[in-house]
């Protein structure tokens, strides 16, 4: 069974960084994407950054040029660094991954992220 476990969520200050990361594992697999999704209190869950097998990646425009996403297709791992965070970026996090050969999606449990102003 595929499981995404999340990690490196907390509380920064405006202007501070945070790295997360996102391990997937329970199974023989390969993704076709990887990413992260967010959602605030009261908002809907929105993309955030997403990364391809063959390295393209698409970002949110409220996070172009602070956040960057990579990630490690031999540990099926996907990672988000986030810089110069704003309170706006307040939210929980999730991982989010594509099978390549089936197109199932999955999710993590989520990582609390709360920038402070």
């Known amino acids: 069974q595929v499981q995404l476990v999340e990690s490196g969520g907390g509380l920064v200050q405006a202007g501070g960084s945070l790295r997360l990361s996102c391990a997937a594992s329970?199974?023989?697999?390969?993704?076709?994407?990887m990413g992260w999704d967010r959602q605030a209190p009261g908002e809907r869950r929105e993309l955030v950054a997403t990364?391809?097998?063959?390295?393209?990646?698409n970002y949110a425009d409220s996070v172009k040029g602070r956040f960057t996403i990579s990630r490690d297709n031999a540990k099926n791992t996907v990672y988000l660094q986030m810089n110069s965070l704003k309170p706006e970026d307040t939210a929980v996090y999730y991982c989010?991954?594509?099978?390549?050969?089936?197109?199932?999606?999955?999710w993590g449990q989520g990582t609390q992220v709360t920038v402070s102003s």
């Open positions: 990364a391809s097998d063959g390295g393209s990646t």
């Open positions: 329970g199974g023989t697999f390969s993704f076709r994407s």
């Open positions: 989010k991954g594509v099978q390549a050969l089936t197109l199932n999606a999955y």
